[in-house]
């Protein structure tokens, strides 16, 4: 008698039933995140800075733009696959984080300009075209590279943190919660055309020149921006793996599937839900400044609803609660972007449009999915 409860203590999984902890990665996973980082960190250098242009192993300057895009997009759509995917919160203004990130930086790089602009001012040109005599208040810290680096984490966090507790408190939730998100985002939009807000109004920031004191357009630099955004995206991949494999992811989980049931279990759902809130706005955060040095503009329009709604479509197409599958998503959707605005440009947004409406009907589980019911058949 004295021995039952010791082998139920030293046996918890079997006597409850609990489930194991699942690997970060499979081994073929590992093979495939290894590969990618050696692509990122010495097959795209090479190929775009020692192969001669002449050779077909070459990688253009072009494409290392577009896949250095696509690849801050593609963390936009982890972002969203967090968010969505595993907590079931269908967010329709990730577009707002992505874009406070990148004016971060564009404040940055509009500093960096110095009297390099066309009037020849410490101050930004659209400041002196509109008779600006000093800073605003809020381009305070915009000098600093490492102050840049922290609000680019902290501007997005700050602004979900504060929505998300009253939203999430307030328990809206569902189609409501999907409406408000786009309605912030539109409100910050319209708030960010204003020149008087000193965001550069409807043109927002552009004509960037350096960056750490280096010059921005060179194709050393722009593979740099290329190699660190390709290791943000992957490591991003790996946090968010590990947050879904642990105890709060489980609980995401468990609040996307039954909230109700995981309130009567002790949870507060309004913890998780606001901490997964937040890391999902900070990576959009971070996404945003990447992408703007490398496309050389960021304006409101960045803020539009169509902009957050497609981050949802590549979520969607790609596959949630997959991980993979957004990436897989926001390369698809984008690269047929890339191709079909220049050769078919009137036709892009009805490709858009019956691309989500087939994969609602008949892939609601994306690309990723379609691959694992193949491989089940």
């Not at 564009?106 to 110095?114: A, C, N, P, S, V």
């Not at 040109?125 to 840049?148: C, G, I, Q, R, Y």
């Not at 985002?185 to 020149?209: C, I, P, Q, S, V």
Request: hydrophobic share 55%; glycine share 10%; proline share 5%.
């Amino acid at each position: 008698m004295d021995r039952a409860p010791d082998r139920i203590v030293n046996t918890p999984s079997a006597a409850t039933g609990l489930p194991t902890r699942a690997p970060l990665l499979s081994k073929p996973a590992w093979a495939a995140f290894l590969f990618a980082l050696l692509v990122v960190c010495a097959l795209a250098p090479v190929a775009n800075l020692w192969v001669p242009p002449d050779s077909p192993l070459h990688l253009s300057d072009y494409a290392v733009a577009l896949v250095g895009k696509i690849m801050c997009l593609a963390i936009c759509a982890l972002a969203m696959d967090l968010i969505w995917g595993y907590t079931g919160i269908l967010s329709l203004g990730h577009g707002l984080f992505f874009a406070l990130g990148g004016y971060v930086m564009g404040m940055y790089l509009m500093r960096q300009i110095g009297r390099e602009g066309n009037y020849r001012s410490e101050l930004p040109d659209f400041m002196v075209f509109l008779d600006w005599k000093e800073l605003p208040w809020h381009w305070a810290l915009s000098d600093s590279f490492a102050a840049t680096l922290v609000l680019v984490l902290a501007v997005p966090g700050v602004v979900a943190f504060v929505f998300g507790y009253f939203a999430f408190r307030s328990r809206i939730k569902g189609v409501y919660f999907s409406i408000i998100t786009q309605a912030l985002t539109y409100a910050a939009m319209l708030l960010f055309f204003r020149n008087e807000t000193g965001f550069g109004g409807n043109n927002g920031f552009t004509d960037f020149k350096r960056i750490l004191g280096f010059a921005i357009a060179t194709p050393q630099t722009r593979m740099v921006l290329f190699v660190l955004t390709g290791i943000a995206l992957l490591g991003f991949l790996l946090l968010s793996r590990w947050l879904v494999t642990q105890r709060f992811g489980r609980v995401l989980q468990a609040v996307r599937d039954a909230e109700t049931r995981v309130m009567f279990s002790g949870y507060n759902p309004v913890h998780y839900k606001l901490a997964v809130w937040v890391i999902s706005a900070m990576m959009c955060g971070v996404a945003g400044a990447l992408y703007v040095p490398q496309v050389g503009i960021i304006n409101p329009g960045e803020m539009s609803p169509a902009a957050s709604i497609e981050i949802a479509v590549w979520a969607a197409v790609g596959g949630r609660a997959t991980l993979v599958g957004p990436i897989v998503g926001a390369f698809l959707v984008n690269g047929a972007k890339s191709w079909l605005t220049v050769t078919a440009p009137e036709f892009w947004l009805y490709f858009l449009g019956a691309l989500f409406i087939a994969v609602t009907l008949f892939m609601p589980r994306g690309l990723m999915g379609l691959l694992r019911r193949g491989d089940r058949s």
